[in-house]
């Protein structure tokens, strides 16, 4: 008779990614850089309010672009010249601690004050990844349906910022903007909340200002 053993793959996984992204943390505080990873799902908005803040904020901004194929996005990015390094997931749906440290190696660290990091667009995935960011930032849509958030409580609760992004067509799409605040709030009091539109550049300010209160506490 074969013995069996109960390996906890899982939790395995998870102190060793814990083990490297305290490493990677402690790599950007020695270089003075401010890290924020991005999730939402596909659509979300998350790609062009990057964008914006490339434009908007003062510092300079290093991303790292995460998608199972990431040179759209990543060719986007490069638009705005700034440095930015694309790591394509393949099967995977969320970014990872080791996959970030190795794309480090491809960013200037002494000549950047913020790296954004654009995860792959999914709600459910990353919530386990810790990447050593200082602040997560969720992005989801009026057009994702206003029962969004409270589908995906996990996201939420482990957010710094959660943006309601494209207010301007919520009564196109039916979608009910403050049900969507007050359920982030349920999940999470601590959570801080803006709604945007990008397409007005409404909120965007807002935005920049929460990123650079959080860099500074």
Known sequence: MHKVADIDVHHNIMKANKKIADRIKKNFENHNIFSVDFVGAIGSGKTSLIEELIQKMDGKIAVIAGDVISKFDAGRFKRHNVP???LNTGKECHLDAHLIEHALDDIPLNDVDYIFIENVGNLICPVDFDLGTHMR?????????DDTVEKHPLIFQDSDLAIINKVDIAEAVEADADKMVNDAKILNPNIQIIKTSLKNNQGLNEVISAIEEFKSN
Not at 137 to 145: C, F, L, P, R
């Open 137 to 145: 930032i969720v992005v989801v849509s009026v057009s994702e349906g």
């Open 84 to 86: 930015v390094v694309g």
